[in-house]
């Protein structure tokens, strides 16, 4: 491909789902002659070029002294404080040199379009320090703060925001995220460093507002206005967010091309239903995960007719569930979209990426949403009537099997596939690529300093 064709940087949310997302748009625009560019950790490179796709790196690397070395007996309290400062004051330094060399680097390669991940926000001082456009690439269906709907944060349904109490219950539940965002980030700029006797860190929103960005609150924090795209078909969410809001939903970006390896399927019956449950990439992050794998296996052992794949990630050893019958199988890690195709109930956290994947195969869910938009997708799959919801903390055997018993009713199965309708006519990314092309077009006839504010006005103008 010309070195002359316009150049397209991604810079996502570190996090395989958030890059899986993009892969879909991407291949579309290389299609059309743009050159495609990933940036980011180290981590991904690998998982990025096996896609097809070419892989800066944009990372500090981590210091030796962040670990004891081996064989030496671990700090006390005050030892691990000195470390821990240390470490607080290489990343300070190591990070503004970082991007001192990116803006350097940026002119060297000249991107025409940066399509940026709004939950790393404070990395936006790169584009906007090099003028290089960009457009908000949301790989969550977090917004910001807005009265018609309750924060993706929240599990409470829609409701009609014509009524006061409808619209009072959101007022109280988007404070509630606010505040704590705000105050966490308070608690890491300004206390965190004191503790370490460290100056405070200088305000990330101030730096942002000074370089032209424009920024509101939402749940996960600050917010960089900008043109969005939303990797999801409008229909996945609540409508009274798709009237209100201002993005362009792009269609599924479910990336059936991508390579996750392969299953082996020879001990499994295809004849008998498949449950298939997975908690995701950081399942051994969640409290009572295990709890929920052993409920789950439990409830199975009573399904005879049912069989399962069970993804238990990081959470436990597969031995250490004890032996199982031939048709429950545990595996560290599947290719989940492999699997989805084959699978007649998935029992998920409901994070975005397996939502979507579900959505795009017709699989009814049972949700078990763990924190975060984990609830606020719940939430919408089941408003859609595509799944039930079960309590990731309480969660016992008997709960699993009355969700099982539910979820297999016709009305579930009838709601997932029309879902996937949307999903499977919006497979192609379309949208995006149309609007990114209209953005680039109309960026052509700016000039520096109305490209500032352009960004809002396309947005308000344009959004599908």
């Known amino acids: 491909m010309s070195q002359n064709n316009p ?24 299609e059309q002659g743009y050159r495609i560019l990933y940036g980011g950790p180290e981590r991904f490179e690998e998982h990025v070029q096996a896609q097809g796709f070419d892989y800066e790196r ?7 002294f962040i670990k ?63 003028g290089v456009p960009m457009i908000s690439f949301s790989t969550t269906l977090a917004a910001y703060f807005n009265l018609q709907v309750p924060p993706v944060f929240s599990d409470i349904p829609a409701g009609d925001p014509e009524r006061w109490q409808v619209r ?74 798709v009237a209100s809001n201002d993005r362009t ?50 409830a199975l052992r009573q399904h005879e007719n049912l069989q399962a794949i069970v993804q238990v990630g990081n959470v436990a050893d597969i031995e250490s569930f004890g032996e199982l019958p031939e048709r429950i199988r545990l595996v560290k890690k599947v290719p989940q979209l492999e699997v989805l195709e084959r699978a007649d109930i998935f029992i998920t956290h409901a994070g975005f990426s397996s939502t979507r994947e579900a959505c795009y195969f017709g699989v009814p869910v049972i949700a078990f949403p763990y924190c975060n938009d984990g609830l606020g997708n719940a939430a919408r799959l089941v408003h859609h009537g595509m799944g039930v919801r079960g309590d990731f903390t309480k969660v016992t055997s008997a709960m699993v099997l009355d969700l099982l018993k539910e979820v297999q009713g016709e009305q579930y199965s009838a709601a997932a596939k029309r879902m996937q309708v949307h999903f499977r006519q919006q497979a192609d990314c379309l949208a ?27 947005h308000q103008k344009h959004s599908v």
């Open 168 to 241: 009072l219950r959101n007022l109280f539940a988007w404070s509630r995220c606010i505040l704590k965002a705000r105050f966490n980030l308070f608690m890491y700029e300004k206390l965190f460093p004191l503790f370490y006797a460290l100056p405070p860190q200088a305000s990330g929103v101030k730096r942002i507002r000074q370089l032209g960005g424009i920024l509101r609150w939402g749940e996960y924090g600050p917010r960089l206005i900008v043109p969005e795209l939303v990797v999801a078909p409008r229909e996945l969410d609540f409508p009274q967010l």
């Open 68 to 130: 004891t070395p081996e064989g030496q007996p671990e700090p006390g309290a005050i030892g691990r404080w000195r470390r821990t400062r240390k470490v607080i004051r290489y990343y300070r330094r190591e990070l503004r040199a970082l991007l001192e060399r990116s803006v350097a680097r940026f002119a060297e390669i000249d991107p025409a379009l940066v399509l940026f991940d709004p939950l790393i926000w404070p990395y936006a001082e790169l584009p906007l320090r090099s």
């Open 7 to 30: 150049l397209i940087l991604f810079m996502l949310l570190p996090e395989t789902s958030a890059y899986n997302a993009s892969f879909t748009l991407a291949r579309r625009l290389r």
């Open 249 to 298: 939903y792009i269609g599924a970006c479910v990336d059936t091309a991508r390579s996750d390896g392969e299953f082996d399927w020879s001990d499994l019956d295809r004849s008998k239903p498949l449950v298939y449950c997975s908690l995701g990439t950081y399942s051994e992050w969640f409290r009572n995960g295990r709890g929920l794998f052993v409920s789950v296996i439990e």
């Open 432 to 458: 995006g690529l149309e609007f990114i092309e209209r953005f680039l077009s109309a960026e052509c006839n700016l000039g520096s300093v109305e490209r500032k504010v352009w960004g809002t006005h396309f």
């Open 58 to 64: 944009l990372e500090v690397p981590e210091p030796e």
